[in-house]
C-alpha cells in the first residue's frame, strides 16, 4: 500500500515481492543524465533491477517480455539460442548494476524475502529526490538488526550516483561483513547484451569497463567507491573479483553503528562534457557524502521551483501532481542534446528509450514554459535526426524531410515491423514542426531559428508538398493513421489535416517577416515551393460539420457507435485480432480533442462543448495520453467533478497501476500532463507571439493554485483563486496579458478579479 505524507512523500509501509517491479518504476532516482530503478541494494534482477544512460542504446532481440525460471529467487532468463529466429531491434541499455551492497550478519545474508521483516518503510522524497528505506530484520535465530538506506543521483554532479547504508546490531554482536560494488550479470529484455566487459581496479576503487554491443559497441565505465566506518572510525577494505562481481570488501569489528557510503561514476561513449580521463580521475578523489547530498538537494531546488505547484486545500491533488513533477525533472537532458525523452523517461526499458511524438505535442511544452533550455535541447536532438529524415523522404520519392515515427540513436525508422499503422503516422512531421514553432513564439529565439529551426520547417514542409492530394478544389491528406491507432488507413484525419495547415502557415508568415535566406539557399528552397506552401495552407481541408462537429476522418460518423468483437479478444487488443475497432467509432485516446487541449487552437465554428461531450463517450482510454488531455477538456468545459477525476487519473497512473503496467517505468508522457492541466486548463493559458491570453476556470476544491512558468525570458508567478488571479513578473518589462476578453499591459504585479476589475 503507497500513501502519500507531508505533500512530499509516497511511502511505502510493507514489503510485497510481487509488487517489486511496480514500486522500482515509482521509485527511480534520476538526474536526467541516468536512471535508476528502485531496486534494492542487496539485490537486482531483470525486471526491477535497471540501470539507464539517456542514449545509452544498442541491438537487442526484440521479444514481447522474458520469462522466469523462478519467481521466488527474482531470476529472469533468456535461452539465447533460441533468440536467433527473432528480430533485431535498438534498444536502451541496461548497466551493471552498481547499486551493489550485500551484507552478511553471521551466517545470513540480508535478503527481504528471507528471514522475518519486523518494520519495513521506504519513502520517495520528491522535494529533495533522494531515496531511504528504514528496515529492521531478523534471522531465523531470532537476530535483529537494523538498516537506514539512502540514496541519490546528483544534480551537482550529473555523472556520479551516491549511497549510504546504516547497519545497527538490535540484540546480538554476530560479525558483519560488507560487500560494495558492482554486478556486472545484468540483462537488457532477458538477455546478455554488454560487450568485452572488463574488471579492474585503480586506488583500490572497482572499475567496470564494457561496450553497449555488437551494433554501435558504445564504450562505458562504471568506478565504485565506497568508504566503510564502525561506530565513526575508517575501516580498511579489500578489493576483489569474481565471475560476475567487482568490490570492496569490509570485515568489520565489532561495534554499535556501521556505515557504507558509495559513490558511482558513470561514463559512456556518448557523454560530451567529459572525457575519459576526467572520468577516470573520479577513482582518485575523495567524497563526503552529507557535502554531496546539500549541493545535489540545493541543485534540485533550483529546478523544482520552475516546476512546483501549490494547491490550497487539496493536498493529495499537491503531493501527487508533485510527484509527477518529479519524474518530469529526473528525465530532463540539461547536459545537451544527445537524446530525446522517451515514453518511459529513464525508469524502465519498455519503448526501448525511443523518441515518439509525446515528445513535441505532451513532454516538451511544459519545459517550453518552465525550463526554456530543456526543450532547447529536445529540438536540437530533432535537428541532428534531419539529415536521416531528408533520406527518408527521398527513399519515398519525395522532397524534404519526413521524420520517423519512432526515433532513436539516428533519425531512420525504428518502429516495430510487427507493427504496422506507425508507418502511416505522419502527423509526426507536423508534431516536430509544431515544437519548433510553439518554442519559438515562447522564447523569441531567432538565432535557433536562424541556426537549426527553420531549416527543419521548410524541409517538413517541402515533405508536404509532395505528400498531400488536390482534390475538389481542396488540399486532402489521404491514408494516414491519427494519433488514435484503433482507425488505421483514414482520410482526412482531423488532427493531422488542422495541424498541418496551422504549421504549414507558420513557416509562410516567418518566411514573410524573417530573413531565413541563408537557409534557402543551403537547402535550395524556391520561391515558388514557398508559394506551395502558403497555398497549402489557405486550402487544406478542415474536416467540419454544419453543426459544428469535427469528424475524427472521413466517414467516421457513419460508423457503429458500438464495438464488434470476436469472442473477448478486443478486452486485451488494440486495433488488432478480434478488435474490430475499425468498424466502430470507439477510439483509443483523444484525436480531436487534441486541438482544444494541447494545441489550443483557435477552431472557427467547430464547438468545444459538443466535440467534448461526444468525443469522452467514445474514448476508451487504453492509451495513457487520455488523461491530462481529458483533465484539460473538463477544466475548459466548467466540469469541476470531471476536472478531479481525469486529473487524478493523470497524476495516479502509476501509482494506482490502472493500466496495470506499471511494472514496465511510469508514463511519462501522461504525468507531464499533470502540470499541463493546471497551465491550460485551470488557467485557460495560451501563449504566442502576441502575448499571453488567460481564461480562467477555477474549480470551488481548490481554494488557491500557485506556480510559475516563463515566457519570452520573463518568469511569471500566478495565484488562482475562484474569484481572482494574480500574476508577479520577475522582470518590469511590460507584456501583453488578454484575460477573459480584456487586455491589460502587465509589468510587475496584475490582478484581476472575474468580475473584469483589475
Not at 40 to 65: H, L, M, N, P, W
Not at 374 to 395: G, I, P, Q, T
Not at 484 to 491: G, I, L, R, T
Not at 496 to 506: E, S, V
Amino acid at each position: 500500500m503507497l500513501e502519500f505524507k507531508d505533500k512530499k512523500y509516497l511511502i511505502e509501509r510493507e514489503y510485497d515481492l510481487t509488487e517489486e517491479a511496480k514500486t522500482a518504476s515509482l521509485y527511480t532516482t534520476g538526474n536526467g543524465y541516468m536512471g535508476v530503478r528502485g531496486s534494492f541494494e542487496e539485490f537486482g534482477s531483470t525486471k526491477i533491477q535497471g540501470a539507464f544512460v539517456r542514449g545509452y542504446i544498442d541491438e537487442i532481440t526484440e521479444i514481447v517480455e522474458p520469462f522466469c525460471d523462478n519467481i521466488y529467487m527474482k531470476k529472469y532468463y533468456i535461452d539465447e539460442e533460441k533468440l536467433k529466429h527473432f528480430q533485431k531491434q535498438v534498444s536502451c541499455v541496461n548497466l551493471p548494476d552498481f547499486l551493489l551492497i550485500r551484507i552478511l550478519i553471521g551466517k545470513s545474508v540480508f535478503y527481504p524475502w528471507e528471514g522475518r521483516l519486523i518494520f519495513w518503510k521506504r519513502k520517495l522524497n520528491v522535494k529533495n529526490a533522494a531515496l531511504s528505506r528504514r528496515v529492521v530484520w531478523e534471522d531465523d535465530d531470532g537476530n535483529r538488526t537494523e538498516f537506514l538506506f539512502e540514496r541519490f543521483a546528483s544534480f551537482s554532479e550529473k555523472h556520479n550516483y551516491y549511497q549510504r547504508v546504516k547497519i545497527k546490531p538490535l540484540n546480538h554482536a554476530l560479525p558483519i561483513r560488507i560487500l560494495s560494488g558492482i554486478d556486472t550479470a545484468v540483462r537488457t529484455n532477458g538477455q546478455i547484451v554488454l560487450r568485452d566487459v572488463e574488471k579492474s581496479e585503480k586506488a583500490n576503487c572497482p572499475i567496470v569497463g564494457f561496450k553497449s554491443g555488437e551494433k554501435y559497441g558504445f564504450k562505458a565505465g562504471i568506478i565504485s567507491k565506497s568508504n566503510f566506518y564502525a561506530d565513526g572510525n575508517p575501516i580498511n577494505s579489500k578489493y576483489t573479483e569474481t565471475d560476475d562481481l567487482a568490490y570492496n570488501e569490509a570485515i568489520m569489528p565489532q561495534a554499535a553503528e556501521y556505515v557504507v557510503e558509495k559513490r558511482a561514476s558513470l561514463y559512456t561513449e556518448r557523454d560530451v562534457d567529459i572525457s575519459y580521463n576526467e572520468f577516470m580521475g573520479f577513482a582518485d578523489t575523495k567524497f563526503c557524502y552529507d557535502d554531496a547530498k546539500k549541493s545535489h538537494a540545493e541543485a534540485y531546488k533550483k529546478i523544482l521551483d520552475k516546476f512546483d505547484v501549490f494547491i490550497e486545500g487539496d493536498e493529495r491533488s499537491e503531493a501527487a501532481l508533485r510527484f509527477a513533477n518529479y519524474h518530469t525533472i529526473i528525465s530532463a537532458n540539461t547536459l545537451d542534446s544527445v537524446h530525446g525523452i522517451s515514453a518511459k523517461g529513464l525508469t524502465g526499458e519498455k519503448y526501448n528509450q525511443f523518441v515518439w511524438w509525446d515528445s513535441e505535442i505532451y513532454q516538451m511544452p511544459i519545459f517550453t514554459h518552465t525550463f526554456p533550455e530543456e526543450a532547447k535541447n529536445l529540438l536540437l536532438y530533432r535537428y541532428k535526426m534531419l539529415e536521416d529524415s531528408v533520406k527518408n523522404a527521398r527513399a519515398e520519392n519525395r522532397r524534404g524531410a519526413r521524420y520517423a515515427f519512432v526515433s532513436s540513436v539516428d533519425g531512420r525508422e525504428h518502429v516495430w515491423i510487427y507493427a504496422r499503422h506507425p508507418f502511416l503516422q505522419i502527423h509526426i512531421n507536423s508534431d516536430v514542426a509544431f515544437g519548433v514553432i510553439d518554442y519559438f513564439r515562447n522564447t523569441g529565439d531567432l538565432d535557433f531559428m536562424r541556426r537549426y529551426g527553420m531549416e527543419m520547417l521548410y524541409q517538413i514542409g517541402r515533405y508536404w508538398i509532395d505528400r498531400v492530394t488536390f482534390k475538389n478544389g481542396r488540399y486532402e491528406i489521404l491514408n494516414v493513421t491519427g494519433t488514435d491507432e484503433h482507425h488505421p488507413y483514414v482520410n482526412n484525419d482531423a488532427y493531422t489535416n488542422y495541424l498541418t495547415a496551422f504549421i504549414l502557415g507558420k513557416i509562410a508568415e516567418y518566411d514573410r517577416e524573417y530573413d531565413f535566406s541563408e537557409i534557402k539557399d543551403k537547402i535550395g528552397l524556391t520561391d515558388e515551393e514557398i508559394a506551395e506552401i502558403d497555398d497549402i495552407s489557405k486550402n487544406m481541408y478542415l474536416p467540419l460539420e454544419e453543426n459544428g462537429m469535427i469528424p475524427q476522418f472521413d466517414g467516421y460518423f457513419g460508423l457503429s457507435r458500438t464495438l464488434e468483437t470476436k469472442g473477448n479478444s478486443a478486452k486485451n487488443f488494440q486495433m488488432k485480432q478480434g478488435g474490430l475497432y475499425h468498424k466502430s467509432q470507439v477510439i483509443k485516446q483523444p484525436d480531436v480533442m487534441l486541438l482544444f487541449s494541447y494545441l489550443g487552437f483557435d477552431m472557427c465554428g467547430a464547438k468545444f462543448s459538443e466535440n467534448w461531450d461526444y468525443y469522452e463517450q467514445m474514448c476508451e482510454s487504453s492509451s495513457s495520453l487520455t488523461f491530462p488531455v481529458h483533465a484539460i477538456c473538463s477544466a475548459l468545459a466548467d466540469r469541476p467533478l470531471s476536472y478531479l477525476k481525469y486529473f487524478s487519473e493523470t497524476t495516479e497512473i502509476d501509482i494506482k497501476d490502472i493500466h496495470s503496467c506499471a511494472y514496465q517505468g511510469v508514463h511519462s508522457g501522461c504525468l507531464v500532463g499533470a502540470w499541463m492541466s493546471v497551465f491550460l486548463g485551470l488557467c485557460g493559458a495560451k501563449t504566442d507571439e502576441k502575448g499571453i491570453t488567460l481564461n480562467p476556470h477555477p474549480i470551488p476544491f481548490w481554494e488557491k493554485v500557485e506556480f510559475n512558468f516563463e515566457y519570452c525570458g520573463k518568469r511569471i508567478y500566478v495565484t488562482l483563486s475562484y474569484d481572482r488571479i494574480s500574476l508577479k513578473s520577475s522582470q518590469a518589462e511590460k507584456v501583453k496579458i488578454f484575460c477573459n476578453g480584456k487586455e491589460y499591459d502587465f509589468g510587475k504585479k496584475l490582478t484581476i478579479d472575474f468580475a473584469g476589475r483589475a
